[in-house]
């Protein structure tokens, strides 16, 4: 046998998102015609030299792409990419908040500092859409940020699997005639299988990305796939039907309702107050009274006006 044949290949290499003002500096990627990421836009980085740390590898990559020192920032996470070809890399995740120097023209392509609510609409990679949809990767509240280590592994075309805290998640990509779902499923979560199913399903059709008269895949088909019962699929389905966001037809399938315009802005009203609870929790935790909470809210809305 050529043991060549077996030998495994791995790079090593550091990405980098650095904050200021409630933006993250972004680069898109034109310049190199062989560029894996040609035309996307991640954040600053690249590959270790020879005895390189991590952190040596941030900083030296940070300013040559940037110009910038950087003098805060925090390791979050390895990103394990598993190609299926032989080839695997380790790539270390940071986050900076701190910098010194003057930013300079980045010969990979174009820098810039883009608004958090902005991220989502740049062209990015597939898998960090998927993690932005889930609120697992989302610039403006990273669960990468918040947990550490999260392991990101890209196994097949069809697979992708993430640990974040050492508990086990599978994100399975469901294909559907010309369309495909992309559903985590968390075994360690409180939250019931069927509603991790539901709400998931509903954000896709609240987003646009699910559409009218979109077929789901069948019971069977998600069940094999995410390997549960079918019963807890269905109980999901069930639900999405009682909601009025999917109607099923007897021997055809489940499909995507039509449009309901209130029910649509319901869901999203309910996002945003979800989303201000929180705010309020952890202005609460940090010790700001009511008064202060209430003042900065009006300042954010005031900035919101004038620009």
């Known amino acids: 046998m050529d043991k060549g044949k077996d030998k495994k290949m791995t790079g090593l290499s550091t990405l980098c998102y650095i904050e200021k003002d409630g933006k993250y500096l972004m680069l898109h990627r034109t310049v190199k015609k062989n560029d894996v990421n040609k035309d996307k836009w991640i954040g600053v980085g690249g590959h270790f030299e020879a005895d390189e740390s991590p952190e040596e590898c941030l900083l030296r990559e940070v300013k040559e792409e940037t110009g910038y020192?950087?003098?805060?920032?925090?390791?979050?996470?390895?990103?394990?990419?598993?190609?299926?070809?032989?080839?695997?890399?380790?790539?270390?995740?940071?986050?900076?908040?701190?910098?010194?120097?003057?930013?300079?023209?980045?010969?990979?392509?174009?820098?810039?500092?883009?608004?958090?609510?902005?991220?989502?609409?740049?062209?990015?990679?597939?898998?960090?859409?998927?993690?932005?949809?889930?609120?697992?990767?989302?610039?403006?509240?990273?669960?990468?940020w918040k947990c550490k280590p999260l392991v990101f592994c890209n196994r097949k075309k069809d697979k992708q699997y993430i640990t974040v805290d050492n508990s086990a998640m599978l994100l399975y990509t469901v294909y559907n005639r010309r369309k495909h779902m992309k559903i985590i499923i968390n075994n360690s979560s409180m939250v019931p299988i069927y509603e991790q199913i539901m709400e998931q399903i509903k954000a896709q059709i609240i987003s646009g990305e699910l559409k009218e008269n979109d077929i789901l895949p069948s019971v069977r088909t998600m069940a094999k796939e995410l390997k549960i019962s079918a019963l807890t699929v269905k109980k999901a389905y069930d639900n999405l039907e009682a909601e009025g966001m999917t109607v099923t037809v007897h021997g055809k399938g489940t499909y995507v309702a039509a449009s309901n315009t209130q029910l649509m802005e319901e869901e999203r009203r309910k996002e945003v107050e979800t989303d201000l609870e929180a705010a309020i929790q952890k202005g609460r935790r940090c010790g700001m009274k009511e008064e202060e909470i209430r003042s900065l809210f009006e300042l954010i809305m005031e900035d919101e006006y004038l620009c």
């Not at 032989?86 to 300079?104: K, R």
């Open 69 to 144: 020192t950087l003098t805060s920032w925090k390791y979050r996470a390895i990103v394990t990419f598993v190609s299926g070809d032989g080839v695997t890399e380790y790539m270390s995740l940071f986050t900076a908040d701190g910098f010194t120097g003057e930013q300079i023209a980045c010969d990979e392509g174009e820098l810039k500092w883009v608004d958090k609510k902005e991220i989502d609409r740049l062209n990015l990679w597939e898998g960090d859409k998927i993690l932005y949809r889930h609120d697992l990767f989302p610039i403006s509240r990273y669960i990468f």
